[in-house]
């Protein structure tokens, strides 16, 4: 999933405003538990390796249990120091978005809740959780009755297929949402929406009596029904489409409206009068107002926070935790800080066809981890070292030996790195990359790793940009550069493997940046075409080799750190649970005291 939310540093000093994840693009649940999931764990030590489950509920009814000692009303802040591109669900693609419009506007076909940490799919709009037909290549889900906008409007069965449409005007509302449908259903590669084909007959999604969706696909996908619980599965009613217009004032179905939306700045949410609550098994609304803050600064809203002042003692902070307030978070202060897993990992690209791999072992032996992150500032509370390509939690996540030249920690070794690179005879060889120029963190981060790569016998070419034009430079595949392109972190869509291998490896993102090293080998599509049609739980362990398998033979990137899920909170804010789908807290369980 498309990552905006989270922004500590990583090793290779880069600012992570948005990468293309969830980059994923995004990881992306919707709900929580009503039992504080993910207690506070303030611990620098927390574990990153409690791996999800292919665990499913189509049976959990609403309403959801009641949070122990919770009341209503009261407005709670969201503070947010990032600016997703839009809130409108058929582009919703980032992590911070995709939770917030999940937990709080749109509900969609399934979502998760969290039980002792993990995620569980179970039915939100639909009845169930889908039924695949006996070949796979189709899957129903029958709707819920009685279902209404926040307008008190009826919910129509033809409004989820028109809302699934308009995921595909990737021209307008859909320009930074997923690509999934499109590879997945029928039509998917050849329709452009409603608004570019308005007679067009779309068969990725047909309607079956009243209350019925079936989507006809174009390959078995056991894992449909996790994507079924993105926004773009929500009902938009073709009537009340405003276009561009329609994320300031859209038809919501979750617990909360919208008030308005100064994009790029505050979106103001109260409780939606329409909602049945008897109809949704997790989510709560106990609130009566909520305002989300984009853009801001997350060391002073941290501090603000930390010190309870005014608003800041009913705020959530959902930023990394800034290094200078760490000694705070795990002293005086541990009951205003949460920490746990998450869905996200950051990683160092290196491009597969203009860096050969015996030079991106050598790059792998040369990288000064750990000067990078003292150079930086970066807290140990935000991440811990990776050596995997995909992140602890995910099913079937399995640690192997971290390999000589991806340890994800450690001062490097240039003499070995040098070694290498003398017996190829490319000593000298030039590695060049961007860096954010203007940001001082980014500028000593990439201090400390050119001494370490020249130290290695590597020469240089470090380019400075600034970091408004960050996402576009690195994204752009055609770029001048070798390194450090392409999506510099990925946080999983959903907890299985094909959300996150065939995504950053099948070569299919090279376009949009949303890749790892450019790298794209059709023994490994083959592979990952195999291990996606299995069911969830027979290919977890197949995914787990599949990661070895890249990690040894191809190395298209170095994992860099596992991110931690963090959140920091006023005195006011009650039971702050983490979630590791959504990587923030479980926003709709959350309540304040005044």
């Known amino acids: 999933m498309r990552w905006t939310k989270l922004v500590a540093l990583s090793a290779a000093g880069v600012t992570a405003v948005s990468l293309a994840a969830c980059s994923s693009g995004g990881p992306s649940g919707s709900g929580g538990s009503g039992s504080g999931s993910g207690s506070n764990n303030n611990s620098a030590a927390a574990q990153q390796t409690d791996a999800a489950q292919a665990v499913t509920n189509p049976n959990l009814k609403g309403p959801a249990p009641a949070v122990a000692g919770a009341k209503k009303g009261g407005t709670l802040y969201i503070d947010d120091s990032s600016n997703p591109p839009t809130m409108d669900p058929a582009g919703i693609y980032y992590v911070d978005s995709n939770a917030f419009a999940t937990q709080y506007m749109y509900r969609t076909l399934t979502q998760y809740q969290i039980v002792k940490g993990k995620p569980v799919l179970v039915p939100d709009l639909a009845e169930n959780v889908g039924v695949p037909s006996a070949d796979g290549l189709t899957w129903k889900f029958k709707i819920k009755p009685g279902l209404k906008y926040s307008d008190g409007s009826p919910v129509k069965i033809e409004d989820f297929v028109y809302g699934m449409e308009r995921s595909f005007a990737k021209e307008s509302v859909a320009l930074n949402g997923t690509d999934y449908q499109r590879q997945y259903l029928v039509d998917g590669k050849t329709y452009l929406g409603p608004y570019k084909q308005p007679n067009a007959n779309f068969k990725g999604v047909t309607t079956e009596g009243g209350d019925t969706l079936v989507f006809h696909l174009v390959t078995k996908v056991p894992s449909f029904n996790y994507f079924a619980s993105f926004p773009e599965f929500t009902p938009v009613p073709?009537?009340?489409?405003?276009?561009?217009?329609?994320?300031?004032?859209?038809?919501?179905?979750?617990?909360?409206?919208?008030?308005?939306?100064?994009?790029?700045?505050?979106?103001?949410?109260?409780?939606?009068?329409?909602?049945?609550?008897?109809?949704?098994?997790?989510?709560?609304?106990?609130?009566?107002?909520?305002?989300?803050?984009?853009?801001?600064?997350?060391?002073?809203?941290?501090?603000?926070?930390?010190?309870?002042?005014?608003?800041?003692?009913?705020?959530?902070?959902?930023?990394?935790?800034?290094?200078?307030?760490?000694?705070?978070?795990?002293?005086?202060?541990?009951?205003?800080?949460?920490?746990?897993?998450?869905?996200?990992?950051?990683?160092?690209?290196?491009?597969?066809?203009?860096?050969?791999?015996?030079?991106?072992?050598?790059?792998?032996?040369?990288?000064?981890?750990?000067?990078?992150?003292?150079?930086?500032?970066?807290?140990?509370?935000?991440?811990?070292?990776?050596?995997?390509?995909?992140?602890?939690?995910?099913?079937?996540?399995?640690?192997?030996?971290?390999?000589?030249?991806?340890?994800?920690?450690?001062?490097?070794?240039?003499?070995k790195a040098k070694a290498i690179l003398q017996a190829a005879n490319k000593l000298g060889f030039e590695l060049s990359y961007y860096?954010?120029?203007?940001?001082?963190?980014?500028?000593?981060?990439?201090?400390?790793?050119?001494?370490?790569?020249?130290?290695?016998?590597?020469?240089?070419?470090?380019?400075?940009?600034?970091?408004?034009?960050?996402?576009?430079?690195?994204?752009?595949?055609?770029?001048?550069?070798?390194?450090?392109?392409?999506?510099?972190?990925?946080?999983?869509?959903?907890?299985?493997?094909?959300?996150?291998?065939?995504?950053?490896?099948?070569?299919?993102?090279?376009?949009?940046?949303?890749?790892?090293?450019?790298?794209?080998?059709?023994?490994?599509?083959?592979?990952?075409?195999?291990?996606?049609?299995?069911?969830?739980?027979?290919?977890?362990?197949?995914?787990?080799?599949?990661?070895?398998?890249i990690m040894t033979k191809y190395v298209p990137g170095l994992p860099d750190n596992y991110s931690m899920n963090t959140a920091t909170f006023g005195k006011n804010v009650k039971n702050v649970g983490l979630n590791p789908i959504i990587s923030m807290p479980s926003l709709s369980q959350l309540w304040v005291s005044n």
């Not at 009068?273 to 109809?279: C, E, G, L």
């Not at 989510?283 to 010190?307: E, G």
């Not at 954010?436 to 240089?460: E, H, I």
């Not at 550069?481 to 291998?501: A, E, I, K, R």
Request: charged residues 20%; glycine residues 8%.
């Open 238 to 415: 073709k009537a009340k489409d405003t276009k561009g217009d329609y994320q300031k004032h859209p038809l919501t179905t979750g617990p909360y409206k919208v008030d308005s939306y100064n994009i790029g700045s505050k979106l103001l949410l109260s409780r939606n009068a329409n909602w049945d609550a008897s109809s949704d098994p997790v989510r709560h609304a106990y609130p009566d107002k909520i305002q989300i803050n984009l853009a801001i600064t997350d060391l002073a809203s941290q501090q603000r926070v930390l010190a309870n002042s005014g608003a800041g003692a009913n705020t959530v902070n959902i930023g990394a935790i800034d290094a200078s307030l760490a000694s705070k978070v795990t002293g005086a202060q541990k009951n205003q800080f949460a920490i746990g897993p998450s869905s996200c990992e950051y990683y160092v690209n290196m491009n597969v066809n203009k860096i050969p791999l015996n030079i991106r072992k050598a790059i792998g032996y040369a990288y000064p981890w750990d000067q990078i992150r003292k150079a930086s500032g970066l807290s140990t509370l935000n991440y811990q070292p990776a050596t995997t390509y995909a992140a602890p939690s995910l099913q079937g996540y399995k640690k192997y030996p971290a390999l000589p030249y991806a340890t994800g920690q450690g001062t490097g070794d240039p003499a």
């Open 435 to 549: 860096y954010t120029g203007d940001n001082p963190q980014s500028v000593a981060a990439n201090t400390a790793r050119k001494a370490g790569l020249v130290a290695a016998g590597f020469k240089v070419k470090d380019i400075p940009i600034p970091k408004a034009e960050r996402t576009k430079k690195i994204a752009d595949p055609k770029a001048p550069v070798n390194m450090l392109q392409g999506t510099p972190g990925w946080c999983y869509d959903w907890p299985t493997g094909d959300s996150v291998y065939p995504v950053l490896f099948s070569g299919e993102g090279i376009p949009d940046g949303t890749t790892v090293g450019q790298f794209k080998n059709a023994a490994v599509n083959a592979e990952m075409d195999k291990i996606g049609k299995m069911d969830p739980t027979k290919a977890a362990p197949e995914w787990a080799k599949l990661d070895q398998e």
